[in-house]
């Protein structure tokens, strides 16, 4: 890869340690690394890119997703905010059992596109949908989605063991044995995980849920993760804290605890049913959550209280969640509601966070809970993954005074005017370099209407 040097950019907001913002600056990055930032920077052999009236961002890191899903939204039928959590899980995965590996490709991209359009450039996804019909090739054909758009992936391969006649909401086309699933894991690590620095796709071992799974999925992903040095995820304080209490006689986080699913090793999403005593274990143990705002408000469910969870040292990072429980991949339109979420519950509970401190849960913190500590900020000899924002639009006016509060604050959610990855521009001017996307969309339409409209009508018309 070519060196390039971006010029005369309006601010660079690092969210190092420091805190640093440099005005009319330049970032030198050679291969997949930034080597210098700093003002009238010369390098003869680079591609240069005017970043005139630009600011830059580090790349925004999204930790839990459900790619698949994003061929399964926008469904009156499936009314998410009328319905439970563990209701909408059992009317759901009736649509999900009919999912095949193409749609698992599509939506994947789908999913991968809208987030580097809106600045994520590293993305965790929880891919759990293993049915009679994809066979073990989803985290595969995600792999080769990631390849050919260009993104940072890190891939979770879940499953479901439980069977519905012994009280999970998952539909016999989707279950998996334990043995079968650990089989799958350990193929996967061999074949795409990478650690070393820069890398582009790694593996994290991710049983979908408590409830909808054996203990000893739980217990033996746990072995094998630590065995294989890869890390742990899963659901968990969701709603489902009174079925596992019914089934074990404890909490879910107290289970977890008890045979080893818990440590810095191990994030979760969602959390609104912890309480504080459990975020003491988080903070404990350090054990990560995946804060994802837009399922939340539209479930009605418990805004988390992240300046207390702050306060016991728990790890917290940023998701979107699956598109069936949030309608699209929009990362910075999840940092914008979490920042509103913090600012409505502050009302009550006392101070906010700052709009800065949520856009470095966003980078800082999702590269920590992914393990990554190549990324997460602009420095010297982090990857090149960062985001550019257009300030020279009317509708600026007034607002670039402070770029570090930004983009929460102002409700800067819109396409982004670059997005690179790994020293590679993905994004220009919002449209995707490497493929075409109108291609692409009549592809992916096609096989939506195949496999999920035309055989199953009601599933999206009323």
Known sequence: MAKKLIKNAYAIVTCDANDNVFYESDLLIDGPAIVKIGKNIEAEDAEVIDASDKIIYPGLINTHHHFFQTFVRNLMTID??????????????????????????????????DLLKHGCTCAFDHQYCYTKKTGKLPVDRQMEAAKLLGIRYHAGRGANTLPREEGSAIPEEMVETTEEFLQDCERLVKTYHDPN???????????????????????????????????????????????????????????????????????????????????????????????????????????LDMKAMKEKNVLISLGCDGSATNDSSNLLDALRLSYLMQAYYSKQRGTCLTPYDLLKIATVNGAKTLGRDDLGTLEVSKGADLFMVDIKGLEMTGLIHDPKNLLPRGGVTGPVWMTMVNGEIVVKEGHLTKVDEKKLFLEGEAVCNRVLRDPHPHIWKK
């Not at 998410?80 to 490709?105: A, C, G, Q, S, T």
């Not at 969602?270 to 274990?281: A, D, I, K, M, R």
Request: aromatic share 12%.
């Open 197 to 303: 620095p820069y890398s582009m796709q790694q593996i994290v071992i991710a049983p979908c849920q408590p409830i909808n799974c054996y203990e000893d999925t739980f217990i033996k992903s746990a072995q094998l993760a630590r065995k294989l040095g890869v890390r742990l995820h899963t659901h968990l304080g969701e709603g489902e804290c009174a079925g596992i209490q019914e089934r074990y006689g404890k909490r879910t986080l107290a289970w977890c605890e008890d045979i080893g699913f818990v440590g810095e090793d191990v994030w979760i999403a969602h959390g609104w049913e912890l309480t504080p005593e459990e975020y003491e274990v988080l903070g404990r143990t350090g054990t990560g959550v995946s804060h994802c705002p837009t399922p939340a408000v539209l479930g009605g469910f418990p805004i």
């Open 80 to 113: 998410y905010p009328n319905l439970m959590v563990m209701d909408w899980i059992d009317k759901i995965y009736r649509i999900f059992k009919e999912i095949d590996d193409e749609v698992i490709y599509y939506a994947s991209l789908t999913a991968m596109a």
